[in-house]
């Protein structure tokens, strides 16, 4: 379904773009436009993800570098039963986080300093969880492509200013007009995705009231905290977890996000559903030093193998008196 869905957006891409063409140069700019449109779409399945992360400055971390956020990510990953994506950090006070890669052979997940040093343990994983929620749906191809091509219909509208006073009205109008219905196909798309995304993270995870609990912190945070790579790239909005530009939090058509007071809501109720208290969280127990299992995340999940030895006085996210969580 959704390779349908990423298909029809890829079509009305295009014919926004073949309008913008017309308006510019007739017949022939609309050829032009569509030979550009289809380059384009080719490009940009290949290669959106990188580019993607490259407008946010995003930096690969591996196992030497961030062993246990990258761990955290392989373990949930596994429990997903989907490949390890690559890991990257954002250098950003915000916290945040998005995932991307036209599949899940071909994902990346990236998090940003911000988020690692206001959120706990939990809820880190919890929102990883979420991401990775997205990539086993396949939504990072669709959202992605969608940030680079409603990008470049903004681009290509701009550029029709310089054309003849013969084109001016239709030039103006194709400014305001094609970004707007980019902008409609976009959030449509990724409003309801949240939700679904949410859900297969609370199951991948089993920590509902934790992504609830992040979800909180960040938006709370966000909106006094500005990420500049986000508000010079307004197209990638939709990735995120939390909307990343001020100001722009609130249920509408042309918003990028559900509220996240909903988003809450409803992972509460998954909670009651699963019979977990407000205040109760699955959270793993301590690893034992001399066995060497990975954690099990989930709904079933909650205890860490510990067949053999004494736990791990210090956890699985390292000694807390010393270490601010698993990225320090």
Excluded: C
Aim: glycine content about 8%.
């Amino acid at each position: 379904m959704n390779l349908i869905k990423t298909a029809m957006l890829i079509a009305v891409m295009t014919i926004l773009f073949m309008v913008v063409g017309y308006a510019i140069g007739g017949e022939t700019g609309m050829f032009l436009a569509f030979i550009a449109a289809a380059a384009m779409n080719l490009f940009s399945w290949w290669n959106s993800g990188k580019m993607v992360l490259k407008m946010h400055n995003a930096m690969a971390v591996d196992e030497q570098t961030s062993p246990i956020l990258v761990k955290m990510v392989a373990d949930l990953a596994a429990n997903a039963e989907l490949p390890m994506p690559k890991v990257y950090v954002l250098e950003t006070e915000q916290p945040n986080a998005f995932a991307t890669g036209r599949s899940p052979a071909h994902a990346a997940i990236a998090v940003s300093t911000g988020l690692l040093d206001a959120l706990e343990e939990d809820e880190v994983a919890a929102v990883i969880a979420h991401e990775l929620g997205h990539i086993k749906s396949r939504d990072t191809l669709t959202m992605t492509l969608t940030a680079t091509l409603a990008g470049a219909i903004g681009m290509i509208a701009n550029y029709s200013m310089f054309f003849g006073r013969r084109n001016f009205i239709a030039s103006m109008a194709t400014m305001i007009l094609a970004p707007m219905a980019a902008g409609v196909v976009q959030m449509a798309i990724s409003r309801t995705r949240e939700y679904e995304a949410d859900r297969d993270g609370a199951e991948i995870s089993g920590l509902p009231l934790s992504l609830a609990s992040a979800l909180k912190k960040i938006e709370a945070i966000a909106r006094q905290t500005n990420n500049g790579h986000a508000e010079h790239n307004p197209g990638t909005a939709h990735l995120f977890i939390i909307n990343p530009l001020n100001g722009k939090g609130v249920d509408g058509l042309f918003s990028t996000h559900p509220k996240t007071v909903n988003r809450v809501a409803e992972l509460e109720k998954l909670a009651a559903e699963w019979q977990l208290s407000p205040h109760q969280k699955i959270t793993p127990a301590p690893k034992a030093k001399t066995k060497k299992e990975r954690e099990i995340w989930g709904r079933e999940a909650g205890q860490w193998h510990t067949h053999d030895g004494e736990p791990d006085p210090t956890g699985p996210w390292g000694d807390k008196s010393k270490n601010k969580g698993p990225w320090a």
